[in-house]
């Protein structure tokens, strides 16, 4: 089945650490995205990648930082400079980054210890 | 500016009652928008995508949208809410900004028996 998988699906960080979050799909898709989601709220961009070795910072990137060195693998690592780093974190590609339709993993929970 | 707003943070229907989600939306762009679901810790599932094309766009699960131009609106209809319809709805504009999206804040669904 294609699709994107995310994991783990609940991750525990500890004051000072930093934490990897994975994402991979094998839609062939160029495009992958990483967003945010918090209670009550819509996700906001954290980063995207358009094309392999290539990404660009979205709306709230500080603290955070990923690579993009497969087409199918754009991993997220969460620094210790991310001071409230507990959220939602979803992970979504598409086929390209003009009006194509993005389609989203089951997402990443985040708790800080 | 892009922005998309939806109505109503909180909607409660009684099951076999039509499901009503508003959403309206600000562009420079002819827009592309999107109505996603998102079950208590999943990720996004599209439900439907308006491109230009018919403005009556149907979905999966029944359900179905109206580009409206002259209203800026784009509101999701479902002539008999299920159980399991029960879940948290967003209203989504392709922002034509290398694939960005711009989310609305969010409707909870619920259903009653």
């Known amino acids: 089945d294609g699709g994107i998988t995310q994991s783990p699906k609940y991750l525990f960080r500890k004051e000072g650490q930093n934490v990897t979050l994975s994402c991979e799909q094998n839609l062939n898709h160029d495009a992958m995205y990483w967003y945010r989601q918090d209670p009550g709220q819509g996700l906001r961009l954290i980063y995207y990648?358009?094309?392999?070795?290539?990404?660009q910072k979205g709306d709230i990137a500080e603290g955070y930082s990923v690579s993009r060195e497969k087409k199918e693998s754009f991993p997220l690592t969460v620094t210790s400079a991310q001071k409230n780093p507990t959220a939602f974190y979803l992970c979504?590609?598409?086929?390209?980054?003009?009006?194509?339709?993005?389609?989203f993993g089951p997402g990443t929970r985040l708790l800080v210890l | 500016a892009q922005s998309v707003t939806q109505l109503d943070s909180h909607v409660s229907v009684s099951e076999g009652t039509p499901v009503l989600l508003r959403c309206n939306y600000s562009s420079s762009y002819s827009p592309s928008l999107f109505w996603y679901v998102q079950h208590p810790n999943k990720g996004l599932q599209l439900l439907l995508k308006y491109t230009s094309a018919a403005t009556l766009v149907k979905g999966i699960n029944g359900f179905e949208a109206e580009f409206k131009k002259s209203e800026t609106s784009f509101h999701l209809t479902k002539p008999s809410a299920h159980m399991s319809d029960a879940a948290e709805y967003f209203c989504v504009l392709n922002g034509r900004q290398g694939g960005k999206l711009i989310f609305g804040q969010g409707t909870e669904l619920s259903v009653k028996p």
């Open positions: 979504a590609s598409s086929i390209g980054t003009g009006l194509e339709t993005q389609y």
């Open positions: 990648s358009q094309i392999v070795n290539d990404f």
